[in-house]
């Protein structure tokens, strides 16, 4: 089961008009902006095309964005004042510390046994009383049962929770009750598979698509999303993203 290039234009269509960047920009200007004593340097760890990074790029005098995808790479240039370093971070020599480190929607793509590496470098690059914010897929919810059955290894906040707490840095957790709506079956349906590929039969999970069943996979799509009908013109999946703050105090 692939996902054909107009699949594609949709979901991103889709994940457009639900605002999420929005949701995450107020998050940050509500949250962590506020809490700030300091203002001057911010790092976007996957920046992706920059839609985030734009918006809180006026908040600091310098800002570095990381991204290794070549594609978002050239749009993000158009960020203002921002450098910009076409790279995996875990790959990147970094020399800066930076006072707000944001890392949205990304350690998906990184193999959770990485997952230390990634924060103790990230951590290791945060000036003392900065605060860093991760968001990813929390441990509750719909979708997570969903993909938690299939896959014992999605990576959710749960793993991220369980390296802060053993490495003793200062965090909180809050999960942000927020959903994908659609008005057509189709669209739902491209979500649907999206999710699923994405999170049960990703390259870090135990089964891969084929060993699964493509027939079987295909069937688990149609199936979840009928599961996220309201009515004949509105469809609705309930997501529930984790937004992980870690803040560096003195001496750590
Ligand atoms: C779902 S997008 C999120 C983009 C943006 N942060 C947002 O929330 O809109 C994930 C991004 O992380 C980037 N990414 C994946 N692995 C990465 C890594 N190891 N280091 C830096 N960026 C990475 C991808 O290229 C992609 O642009």
């Known amino acids: 089961m692939v996902l054909s290039d107009q699949d594609y234009a949709g979901i991103y269509k889709i994940i457009d008009n639900n605002r999420n960047h929005e949701r995450v920009v107020r998050y ?3 949250n962590v902006l506020s ?9 976007d760890i996957g920046a992706g095309d920059g839609k985030i990074t734009c918006q809180i790029a006026p ?21 203002k004042d921002a450098k910009c370093i076409e790279a995996d971070f875990l790959q990147v020599t970094l020399t800066g510390k930076y006072d707000f480190i944001l890392c949205s929607h ?14 103790d470098k990230a951590y290791a690059h945060l000036n003392t009383n900065g605060k860093m914010l991760f ?14 059955k299939h896959n014992d290894n999605y990576a959710s906040s749960a793993i991220l929770r369980e390296i802060l707490t053993q490495k003793g840095m200062a965090f909180s957790e809050e999960i942000i009750e927020d959903s994908y709506q659609t008005d ?5 349906l491209s979500l649907s598979k999206f999710c699923i590929l994405e999170n049960c039969f990703n390259q870090y999970a135990e089964k891969t698509i084929d060993s699964f069943g493509v027939e079987k996979a295909e069937a688990l799509c149609l199936e979840y999303a009928k599961s996220k ?20 105090s003195q001496g750590l």
């Open 28 to 30: 940050i200007k509500d």
């Open 35 to 43: 809490d700030l004593s300091n203002n001057t340097a911010y790092l």
């Open 59 to 79: 908040y600091f005098k310098e800002i570095m964005a990381i991204e290794p995808n070549p594609v978002f790479f050239e749009g993000l240039r158009g960020t």
């Open 106 to 119: 990304v350690l998906y793509h990184v193999d959770p046994k990485d997952w230390t590496r990634f924060v």
């Open 135 to 148: 968001i990813l897929g929390g441990d509750r919810g719909d979708n997570f049962e969903q993909y938690k």
């Open 184 to 188: 057509s079956f189709r669209d739902m």
């Open 229 to 248: 009908k309201i009515n004949d013109g509105l469809y609705v999946m309930k997501r529930a993203p984790a937004y992980v703050t870690i803040t560096k």
